[in-house]
């Protein structure tokens, strides 16, 4: 069964650095939206100059140019034996469409990373990068960027009240992707506010769990239907 994996959590919740790690030990490509549209804009294809278009008048890449990012990627043969997916689906809406993309593929696992919002807004604001490169600065005591000696810097948005007001519109608009996926017996809530090497192990195991319901169920449906 391929590995199709969604992953889900606010602002802070170690998402990328997760998937990341997931994807590495699994073999199979982790795709993030920022790293698609950086893709499909560099590229040239049509929607990557529809998406170039709308992101040079300041404005949010709509569901539809989304959508068809995605479903281009997912097209790729790397994509055949799985992916980790990094912030797609937003909305419910994307959340539809990425069902009818997976149509004749194995299921897809979704994973909620769940932090309390104090511990998000901690780590938020405590986190630098480096101003020249861009790279997250890795211990506290970190004077330097390893990468390429730049001076670390707080992003404007990881100031307090943008912190505060990203978690809100958070709640507000990808929370309920919770509600759409909950129910299902491919979903896992994992505690994301532990160290990183515990998350990455609850995460594995949630996931292989979810992989074993899966596989069960499709054995019952071959019964059901002989």
Same mark, same amino acid.
């Given at each position: ?30 795709? $993030? ?35 068809? /990012? ?38 897809? /696992? ?27 600065? $890795? ?67 949630? /996931? ?19």
């Amino acid at each position: 069964m391929a590995l199709n994996v969604v992953m889900l959590g606010p602002p802070g919740a170690g998402k990328g650095t997760q998937a990341d790690r997931f994807a590495a030990a699994r073999g199979i490509p982790k795709i $993030s939206t920022g790293d698609i549209l950086r893709e499909a804009v560099q590229a040239g294809s049509e929607l990557g100059r529809r998406a170039q278009a709308i992101m040079a008048r300041g404005e949010l890449v709509g569901d539809d140019v989304m959508i068809g /990012i995605v479903r281009e990627r997912l097209a790729r043969p790397d994509a055949a034996r799985g992916f980790v997916l990094d912030g797609f689906p937003r909305t419910v809406a994307q959340a539809e469409a990425l069902d009818a993309l997976m149509a004749g593929r194995d299921p897809l /696992i979704v994973v909620d990373l769940a932090v309390a919002t104090e511990d998000l807004v901690g780590r938020l604001t405590s986190r630098r990068v480096c101003g020249a490169c861009g790279t997250n600065r $890795s211990h506290p005591a970190e004077a330097a960027c390893g990468k390429c000696g730049g001076a670390f810097v707080q992003r404007a948005d990881d100031a307090e009240d943008v912190v505060r007001e990203r978690l809100q519109v958070y709640a507000r608009n990808t929370r309920p992707l919770l509600d759409f996926y909950g129910k299902r017996p491919t979903f896992r809530a994992v505690d994301g506010g532990r160290a990183p090497d515990a998350v990455a192990a609850a995460l594995a195991a949630a /996931i292989d769990d979810a992989v074993a319901r899966a596989q069960q169920g499709d054995e019952r449906r071959r019964e059901l239907a002989r």
